[in-house]
């Protein structure tokens, strides 16, 4: 097991090491800037082809702390591969050099001849100051009989200490060392079966224990070892082999049972931190425990009653995987923890949804279909026979994908009422979401959970409030969505509206796909122009035209008069409202493409009614407690001065039976303006307004109707130029001019001139105007009531009152 000594010279060069020891066996990497370092390295090293040995020999501070101030500077070492930290009790300093007065060096009298293994020069830049990295390997003990100065480093006189070859072999058969030996091997092969649960690395120790003597490796394993400077100078020191493997078993076993502890306090740690995970265990069996005496008040069986609704929810078996995951998350946290009710809300949300509820459909009878659209709307034949045909097709194939509709119409021409008979006819729920002012993609999509308030989209929670998968869904007001920084949701809809992308509808709160293909999605809007083509084209497109008065006519009388009777606790027993009064307030006090002003109206009357009623109740209590009557709020307001007559009950009477056939009131004309104010529309605006020439009348069409908008044309002294007036778009302004070029050109045929040769315009202005200046007015369909309007004031004729032209906005 001996390996072959080293031939150790006279004399080495000595490269100090502070507070540190190079053991033999033991590899050191260090760095030299100090001068005498260098100059040392330089000559014993660098510039000898066969690189010779060195001394490394420690040096100690001073009590006072201070080290040699000539070579400690600049003399460190990084500790490499088997970095050298080696130790025992402390040696003997001696060999103080008080020279030319400089500080004392404590040199060790003992150290370790090293070779050098790797040299590498560098130069430090800006200074260009010389460095070396050595990577030094100890070799062998030896002492020093003296040391002296040669040039800027130290060069020692030494004599070898380790056992030549003999002498070791004659010292492996001593028992004493067998056993010594022995034991440290065992301790040795305990520390390394210890690290071998922690390091990867530990396999080529175990080589060494077989390969390396023992003498070689007590240096080896103390090096690798954190140990203070006294205890690596002690052993140095150990020249002797029994002393030497006696004090490395000791730090040997000593370092196993250091490791030994920690990782016990780290079990205790461990243990500690798993102790959140037992009490959790304890209170599932306490849960069960209550569950059978019936004593289960606890608030954490939530948890339980939340995954016994996620088991019931039918969930798909991808998502329930997902809330399984998130489930065992949130049994792990505390109630008191910051992100468990969001946690929470989220499992709940997806215990709500309707992943496969749905509504059961009754078999479709498009007769009774037809009944009832006919009984809730009156007219619009060709939206309900669209409606009816959309239902044949859903009879004939249930599952079939039809086509989302879109009702396009101004305000109040029953656009929401008729997707509402939608869902009446297939049995399906309804639920109505309003994307008017919408401009956040997240009121579609979701927020993300990452932000705090986070919330699912509309969509989403539609759904989840009428709990079933396949509800008639109506998108409101879809032209009116906007856009900004925070998204586009228009162009999210896009998604929900394609009938091949919407069965993995991704909400973003959800992060899960869901199915939307069931949902029958139906969409309003007043105008087409601000949809986006792409979602315009995933849409069919139905247009509401407005009512005409005698459709008006029979809408009130039909469904809007027993309506607002009923809404206002009244009957005909009460109040009647005649058809002429009907076509007067339609005529007189609505302009509308709907009906909604002509409701309002009614409430109007109906609510003057109900104040005579309830007066005349009140007027019956008073004459049975014998009071007197003063005058009622109604009668100041129909009747100046009239008076309310009493009839006197019998106190044994019921009174209810005194109403059930009053004299019920009549809406007349005198009603109608003491109620409604005086007429806001008449045919005596047009009439007085046409009655100069030059004034036509136009139909203008808006996003909420039509109007009226007429045109007035002025011949004054000038130059022949042409004014507009009105806030006219640039459409409009060109209209005007081609229709006054039309008319030049056509002036002898209109017969405004006896020839073609002569100017209209000669010495005269033409002034147009368009009255309700504040109102921006623009489009291409003007040109007719311009044309009108000039022919009439060149020509000095009247228009006709009663006649309109189109006209456009």
Known sequence: MADSPVELPGRLAILPFRNKVLLP?????IRCTNPSSVKLVEQELWQKEEKGLIGVLPVRDSEAGAVGSLLSPGVGSDSGEGGSKAGGSAGESSKQDTKNGKEPIHWHNKGVAARALHLSRGVEKPSGRVTYIVVLEGLCRFSVQDISARGSYHVARVSRLDMTKTELEQAEQDPDLIALSRQFKATAMELISVLEQKQKTVGRTKVLLDTVPVYRLADIFVASFEISFEEQLSMLDSVDLKVRLSKATELVDRHLQSILVAEKITQKVEGQLSKSQKEFLLRQQMRAIKEELGDNDDDEDDVVALERKMQNAGMPANIWKHAQRELRRLRKMQPQQPGYSSSRAYLELLADLPWQKVSEERELDLRAAKESLDQDHYGLTKVKQRIIEYLAVRKLKPDARGPVLCFVGPPGVGKTSLASSIAKALNRKFIR????????EADIRGHRRTYIGSMPGRLIDGLKRVSVSNPVMLLDEIDKTGSDVRGDPASALLEVLDPEQNKTFNDHYLNVPFDLSKVIFVATANRMQPIPPPLLDRMEVIELPGYTPEEKLKIAMKHLIPRVLEQHGLSSAYLQIPEDMVKLIIERYTREAGVRNLERNLAALARAAAVKVAEQVNTLRLGKEIQPITTTLLDSRLADGGEVEMEVIPMGHDISNTYENPSPMIVD??????????????????VDRVASPGVSVGLVWTSVGGEVQFVEATAMVGKGDLHLTGQLGDVIKESAQLALT????????????????INLLESRDIHIHFPAGAVPKDGPSAGVTLVTSLVSLFSNRKVRADTAMTFFF
């Not at 004309?669 to 047009?686: N, Q, S, T, W, Y």
């Not at 039309?742 to 040769?757: E, G, I, Y």
Request: aromatic share 4%.
């Open 742 to 757: 039309w008319v030049r050109a056509r002036a002898a045929d209109l017969n405004l001139s006896p020839t073609s040769d």
């Open 25 to 29: 066996g033991a590899i050191v990497r």
């Open 433 to 440: 979401i309003s994307l008017g002012g919408v401009k956040d």
């Open 669 to 686: 004309e005198a009603m109608l303006e003491k109620v409604l104010g005086p007429p806001r529309f008449d045919d005596i605006e047009a």
